[in-house]
């Protein structure tokens, strides 16, 4: 290799290369080539770094919204302010860029969601929805980014909404219309004489006077009485014999100062002595001491006399009993009720509904004025406390414009096996189910009449979806509300369906069995197995097709209320508190009605919830 100062050989290939000075203006197209490309290259970090971090922090918000919204809708039973506390206490529950979530009272709206449009709509009272707008913004704290700042984005804003809604509801009110459900104010015996001997007597008068105010009676309860024969004989019995007995040959009704029509000849069957004796009771005390009771009392007329003599009869059955509008009412509940004819007639009693001679009156629930007959309790607790409660339900549902959205309501009734009645399927038409449930009846008390199981397995029927046989919607929340005092005594399954229902299908509390497991209890355990199965989405053999899940809600009402079962019924349906019960109330018939529809509304004012955007 030969070299010069421009020139190198490399003399194998006679090649020479000219070497020259370095162009040093290069360097400088390098440095801003390379400035450029790290440009770029911050771009990408940028765009991995700092959008990766937007999403996460979207991701943060997203989670308080959804739980913001959830915690609002959960506490639609209370007023906005509530539901706007609960949605930014659990807000703040989350952060979000590593400092707690704040939610402002304008970024909770209330209205209704169409699930059919998907679409929210503000109304700015709560109907079934509620929006959350959680945002991270310069009015919260703006996001700060990372190497986005060096493109001029120091920052940015994420808004993230979430609507939540309260299911809509098949609700079922299960009523028992049995016997014992005018207890509270029978007047002859049972609960109401050891109600009256327990600190009461006060109330119970006062319960009273209400039906006494209802028939008209136009007097004091309990008004005026008379022992049988009183007027002729203060001493008189109801007898064939002796001089006290009142349709004796020789009693006090034989005397010659006793008009013929009524008087005891010697030469008179029994059966014609017994008559003369009703008719005079009829024309001289009943006329005297009821004026107001219907029919008129006059024994001449033979509708007025059958009915009076079948009043009578049940008044002479023990001569403790007396004559007066106290034992009418006794009669009408016990003997007739809703449903039993009271004489060879067939006429129902003055306070059966059946009767046109039952007194209506008019009372107010919730402003709203209602037409009932006569104050039996605790059944007239029980028709006010479901009117209240549809009226919540309307109230909760009055912003809703498609009644596929709303929440459906319907009352069942039971009594005596086979008296089970949908007396208002499911509907939207909620001033006609509060119409109908103020005409609710109960039965006389001459048989057993609660069958539990059987107003159970109605409502389930009723309510459960259409494809499996109901009339209730898809994808609602299934709700029935028994209302009763308790204990049944009629059934619909056979004993060994119960039993053998029971060892597949164990439910206990505490270790302890929620079913009595005794055959004199089986009435009972056929209504807590219904309970069970709907709570289960199961059924029996006797509820038919079907696998909708129900909650059962079982609420007391009466003096003999049993609340053992009821904290059986709510065990096995799926609604008892922490403590394993049914809710309860005071026992004090005055208050049955704040009492039930407080427990009504809590209820009604809590559905499920879930996301829908």
Not at 128 to 153: C, E, W
Not at 231 to 245: E, F, K, L, R
Not at 483 to 507: C, F, H, Q, R
Not at 520 to 530: E, F, I, N, R, V
């Amino acid at each position: 290799m030969n070299s010069s100062a421009n020139c190198v050989s490399f003399s194998a290939t006679g090649v020479c290369v000219t070497l020259g000075k370095p162009n040093h203006s290069r360097r400088g197209i390098i440095t801003v080539l390379s400035a450029f490309l790290m440009v770029i290259m911050l771009g990408f970090v940028a765009f991995g770094v700092d959008v990766g971090y937007m999403m996460l922090v979207q991701t943060q918000l997203q989670s308080a919204a959804d739980s913001a919204a959830m915690a609002a809708a959960a506490n639609m039973s209370g007023t906005q302010t509530a539901m706007t506390t609960a949605a930014q206490t659990y807000a703040a529950y989350h952060k979000a860029a590593g400092t707690p979530v704040t939610l402002a009272n304008a970024d909770v709206q209330y209205g209704t969601w169409d699930s059919t449009a998907r679409k929210f709509t503000s109304s700015g009272t709560a109907s079934n929805a509620v929006k959350i707008t959680v945002r991270r913004d310069n009015s919260t704290g703006a996001n700060r980014t990372f190497f986005g700042r060096v493109l001029g984005l120091n920052s940015f804003n994420i808004p993230v909404s979430s609507i939540a809604i309260g299911n809509p509801r098949d609700i079922c009110f299960v009523v028992d219309l049995s016997g014992s459900m005018n207890d509270d104010t029978v007047t002859g015996y049972g609960s109401s004489a050891s109600y009256r001997s327990s600190g009461y007597s006060s109330t119970y008068s006062s319960m009273m006077q209400e039906v006494f105010n209802d028939f008209n009676f136009a007097t004091t309860y309990p008004g005026t009485t008379q022992k049988i024969g009183s007027p002729v004989d203060s001493s008189a019995t109801w007898s064939s014999s002796g001089s006290h007995g009142l349709y004796s040959k020789t009693g006090p009704l034989s005397s010659n100062s006793i008009s013929s029509t009524y008087r005891m000849l010697s030469t008179d069957s029994s059966s014609t002595r017994q008559t003369k004796a009703y008719k005079w009771m009829i024309d001289n005390q009943v006329a005297s001491i009821m004026p107001k009771a219907k029919p008129t009392p006059l024994s001449s007329n033979s509708s007025s006399y059958n009915y009076w003599q079948a009043y009578l009869s049940y008044i002479t059955a023990n001569s403790s009993y007396v004559i007066g509008y106290r034992t009418y009412v006794s009669w009408l509940m016990e003997q007739g009720g809703r449903d039993q004819t009271v004489d060879s007639n067939g006429d129902y009693g003055e306070l059966s509904v059946s009767n046109s001679n039952c007194p209506y009156h008019s009372e107010s629930v919730g402003g709203t004025s209602f037409s009932f007959p006569p104050d039996e309790q605790p059944t007239h607790s029980e028709r006010r406390s479901v009117i209240a409660g549809i009226q919540e339900v309307k109230s909760k549902n009055s912003n809703i414009t498609d009644n596929n959205q709303k929440d459906w309501v319907s009352v069942v009734t039971f009594d005596k096996t086979g008296g089970v009645k949908t007396r208002v399927a499911l509907t939207t038409d909620y001033a006609s189910a509060m119409t109908s449930a103020a005409t609710m009846q109960a039965v006389g008390e001459n048989s057993n009449s609660t069958d539990t199981e059987e107003g159970l397995v109605q409502a389930y029927n009723l309510i459960k979806p259409a494809s499996q046989g109901g009339t209730g919607r898809e994808n609602t929340q299934k709700i029935v509300i028994l209302l009763t005092d308790g204990v049944a005594n009629l059934k619909d399954s056979s004993n060994s369906t119960v039993s053998s229902y029971e060892a597949s299908n164990p439910s206990t509390y505490n270790g302890v069995s929620n079913y009595y497991g005794d055959s004199s209890d089986y009435p009972s355990d056929a209504a807590l197995m219904t309970a069970a199965a709907m709570q289960a989405g199961s059924t029996t053999s006797t509820m038919g097709s079907g696998s909708s899940v129900m909650s059962v809600y079982a609420l007391a009402l009466g003096l003999a209320a049993d609340y053992d079962f009821m904290d059986r019924m709510a065990r096995t349906g799926g609604t008892a508190d922490t403590n394993g019960q049914a809710p309860r109330t005071s026992g004090d018939p005055s208050t049955y009605e704040t009492e039930m529809t407080s427990l009504l509304d809590s209820i009604i004012d809590n559905p499920q919830v879930h996301l829908v955007q």
